[in-house]
């Protein structure tokens, strides 16, 4: 995620760190730096300029010369500025009605009905809500289908009315669907066009004043850098929306458009999609956005996100494991399971402080495990449980099967091995038993 403004940010603010003593003509030169990061990651021209005015006053303020920590100082100054500019505080969705109506709006392609889903699988799975989605297409047959594909993975009931061409129509039996059937979340899913066009405005307009919704949300592609910024602003004189969902952030977006919308349409980002399956949904928090900005990783979100995924219950079935010497390669696969459902590889490790940057040019593959699995995969289950048995004619059979390398089979197994004793140290004897092992 913005890998070339973090480089290019903390190149810049490297100029500071490095030097012993700072002058006034350093503290310019990294500003400079500073703001051509921000156009080169198409931030507009007027919003870099202040930034970095900003930026300026409050070091001069702050007396940055002569702090004892000049670099670091500035580094601050320039994470809390960004976070400003984003919106300084997150900001939720409004669910007080019953049922809370919510309006999706943006162009076709945005990401739109891929987010309606993420959003009623966020709300059901998260905040305990009954979410209903409702298509709101009256052109692309096809775009009523994907809701329906998208509702059925997820497991939430999708309203259409496949023959009716009045989406206003559709939208209002929809809640009323929602209100006599126990609905207390209606996601309004619209038709969008390739551009702002009049005919698609208006009629999003209409169905916004017919049903009144608690929250309009305009979804948007981060990858459309400027295009997204005027989109919004179109998007916003008509409909005076209450939040912008950015998506595809997982891509080589350069940025502009996540520090700038909110400034340009004084309107939160509220969610950010991170991906095409129905958990890449994140909150969007300004200041830990700020800090994967400038390339110092994400740990609250990554610790959050580990969290999220602890179940207590499997835990202590595995601790059972460890302590009777039960820990086979089904529970290795259980784990690794566990860890995909966090996010995505490249995500996760971009969350990591200094991480992103030391593994820049290292392809992360996007299923990582996609070997590791295949070769559980190929083992009976007599393997699976009990690792001991698997010889060198078993390892060529279980190669083959997973169409992978008999040094890999014998790769996995040595990790399966030191990952063992491992957790049996750590449940044993505690710290004594790893300080052993660690040579202490
Ligand atoms: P709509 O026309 O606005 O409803 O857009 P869709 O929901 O059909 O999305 C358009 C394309 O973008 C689809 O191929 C989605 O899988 C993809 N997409 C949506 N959100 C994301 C995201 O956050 N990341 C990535 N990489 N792709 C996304």
Do not use: W
């Not at 580094?75 to 409004?94: F, Q, R, W």
């Not at 162009?107 to 739109?112: D, H």
């Not at 459309?224 to 969902?245: C, E, H, S």
């Not at 200094?354 to 996609?370: H, M, N, Q, R, S």
């Amino acid at each position: 995620m913005f890998s070339n403004l973090s480089d290019k940010l903390e190149k810049a603010l490297h100029i500071l760190k490095g030097h012993g003593k700072i002058t006034e003509v350093n503290v310019a030169d990294t500003l400079k730096e500073v703001r051509r990061a921000l156009l080169d990651a198409d931030v507009n021209f007027k919003i870099a300029k202040d930034f970095t005015t900003s930026v300026k006053e409050k070091a001069m303020g702050q007396n940055v010369l002569t702090s004892l920590q000049p670099g670091q100082l500035m580094v601050k100054l320039v994470k809390d500025e960004l976070t400003e500019l984003m919106g300084g505080e997150e900001v939720g969705i409004n669910l007080s009605g019953n049922p809370s109506v919510i309006l999706m709006s943006g162009l076709q392609g945005s990401g739109k009905t891929t987010f309606s889903g993420k959003l009623a699988n966020f709300l059901k799975t998260k905040k305990g809500k009954k979410p209903l989605l409702v298509a709101c297409d009256i052109y692309r047959p096809a775009a009523i289908n994907q809701l329906h594909v998208v509702g059925d993975q997820i497991g939430v009931e999708v309203y259409s009315e496949p023959e009716n061409k009045n989406a206003v129509d559709i939208a209002q039996n929809a809640i009323k669907y929602a209100k006599s059937n126990g609905f207390n979340v209606v996601i309004v899913d619209t038709a969008g066009r390739l551009a702002i066009d009049e005919q698609m405005m208006n009629e999003i307009a209409n169905v916004h004043k017919a049903i009144q919704p608690q929250e309009t949300l305009f979804v948007v592609d981060a990858m459309t850098g400027q295009d997204a910024v005027n989109t919004a602003k179109a998007f916003n004189d008509r409909l005076n929306f209450d939040g912008v969902i950015l998506t595809k952030l997982d891509g080589d977006t350069r940025g502009g458009a996540a520090i700038t919308i909110k400034s340009v349409v004084n309107k939160p980002i509220k969610f950010i999609g991170t991906g095409e399956k129905m958990e890449a949904i994140d909150v969007f928090y300004p200041s830990r956005m700020a800090d994967r900005i400038l390339g110092m990783g994400d740990v609250v979100s990554l610790v959050e996100r580990a969290q999220e995924q602890y179940d207590e219950e499997e835990a202590r079935k595995l601790q059972k494991k460890i302590a009777k010497n039960e820990f086979g390669f089904d529970d290795f696969l259980t784990q690794i399971q566990q860890i995909k459902k966090m996010g995505n590889m490249k995500d996760l490790v971009g969350m990591i402080p200094g991480a992103g940057k030391a593994l820049k040019d290292v392809e992360i593959e996007d299923d990582a495990f996609k070997h590791i699995e295949a070769i559980i995969h190929s083992m009976t289950p007599l393997e699976r449980t009990k690792p001991a048995v698997i010889d060198g004619k078993r390892k060529i059979r279980i190669a083959k099967g997973s169409g992978t390398k008999v040094e890999q089979v014998n790769q996995l197994m040595k990790q399966f091995d030191q990952m063992s004793k491992m957790m049996k140290m750590m449940q044993g004897g505690g710290g004594k038993n790893l300080a052993r092992m660690m040579g202490g």
